[in-house]
T-cell receptor, first 108, second 115 residues
Framework: KNEVEQSPQNLTAQEGEFITINCSYS?????LHWLQQHPGGGIVSLFMLSSGKKKHGRLIATINIQEKHSSLHITASHPRDSAVYICATKNTGNQFYFGTGTSLTVIP | EAGVAQSPRYKIIEKRQSVAFWCNPISGHATLYWYQQILGQGPKLLIQ????????DSQLPKDRFSAERLKGVDSTLKIQPAKLEDSAVYLCASSSPWQAGNTIYFGEGSWLTVV
């Protein structure tokens, strides 16, 4: 079982701010996912990482396999970015373990 | 491509009653997951299927929860009898181990309130 920890648990930012959400895990993985969950909505996969860095629009995700750590960055944050961001690790057995999520609120 | 379908979307039942949730994964996805998500927490795996076989059901409260995926396609999760603490969102997800990228896709969830 992989212990996945996220920080911070809650985050409030002003529109335009740069945001970082951190994720650490306890055992080796085959991939790490960053997921987005809007209130009342389903969960959407933003990134899947096994090494390095990925960028999609204003979102950037990085992973350091040696340190067992990943970060999700949002540049020029916008109120529509308000959601819960969840880090999830996947092992070679195709099992996923989830963090408790970071609730982000971006204020106009 | 159709996504993961779940029903019902919302359900309110009294404690000690039973409830069943249905999930149809993305076509061709061999792996199907049921997760329980309590408000303010991350999803907790209840059961993982690979085709019609169970891979992991270690966190499924087997005295009251059951799940099946008889033909390796759609799946049903049942709770009988329900307790107040079962109030949660039940998320179904699917993935394909043989697909490049192997991402996981979630349904919109079945919201259960036990009163």
């Amino acid at each position: 079982k992989n212990e996945v920890e996220q920080s911070p648990q809650n985050l409030t930012a002003q529109e335009g701010e740069f945001i970082t959400i951190n994720c650490s895990y306890s055992v080796g993985i085959s991939a790490l996912h960053w997921l987005q969950q809007h209130p009342g909505g389903g969960i959407v996969s933003l990134f899947m990482l096994s090494s390095g860095k990925k960028k999609h629009g204003r979102l950037i995700a990085t992973i350091n396999i040696q340190e067992k750590h990943s970060s999700l960055h949002i540049t020029a944050s916008h109120p529509r970015d308000s959601a819960v961001y969840i880090c999830a690790t996947k092992n070679t057995g195709n099992q996923f373990y989830f963090g408790t999520g970071t609730s982000l609120t971006v204020i106009p | 491509e159709a996504g993961v379908a779940q029903s019902p979307r919302y359900k309110i039942i009294e404690k000690r009653q039973s409830v069943a949730f249905w999930c149809n994964p993305i076509s061709g996805h061999a792996t199907l997951y049921w997760y329980q998500q309590i408000l303010g927490q991350g999803p907790k795996l209840l059961i993982q299927f690979q085709n019609n076989g169970v891979v992991d059901d270690s966190q499924l409260p087997k005295d009251r929860f059951s799940a099946e995926r008889l033909k390796g396609v759609d799946s049903t999760l049942k709770i009988q009898p329900a307790k107040l603490e079962d109030s949660a969102v039940y998320l179904c997800a699917s993935s394909s181990p043989w697909q490049a990228g192997n991402t996981i896709y979630f349904g919109e969830g079945s919201w259960l309130t036990v009163v």
